[in-house]
């Protein structure tokens, strides 16, 4: 009905998740994405867990992204490191649905 037939990313994988755009809640696109990694390293440093990174999420800095967000994990950082172990967890849900 909105053309989103087929779309992968819309699969729910957490029923009581982050809202999606697509009126859902808890989609794949939100927890297994670009956007969704750095959405998640935001909120972490929101609820205080990683004030280390305040810096980094401040939306005015260019250089906050997934991308440095992975290259923390890569180092050690534990809330990077939960962030994709979150990542992985929504992959593997769907992987063994289909």
Do not use: W
């Not at 696109?29 to 440093?45: C, D, N």
């Not at 906050?64 to 929504?90: C, H, P, T, W």
């Amino acid at each position: 009905m909105t053309g989103m037939a087929g779309e992968l990313g819309h699969i729910n994988v957490e029923p009581d998740g982050p809202p999606c755009k697509c009126g859902s809640r808890g989609c794949l696109e939100q927890l297994a994405s670009a956007t969704a990694i750095k959405r998640m390293a935001a909120e972490t440093v929101a609820t205080g867990k990683a004030p280390q990174h305040r810096r980094l999420a401040m939306k005015e800095d260019p250089e906050f992204s997934s991308k440095v967000v992975y290259e923390m994990a890569m180092q050690g950082d534990a809330s990077a490191l939960e962030i994709f172990r979150r990542v992985g967890n929504a992959l593997g849900i769907v992987l063994s649905r289909y």
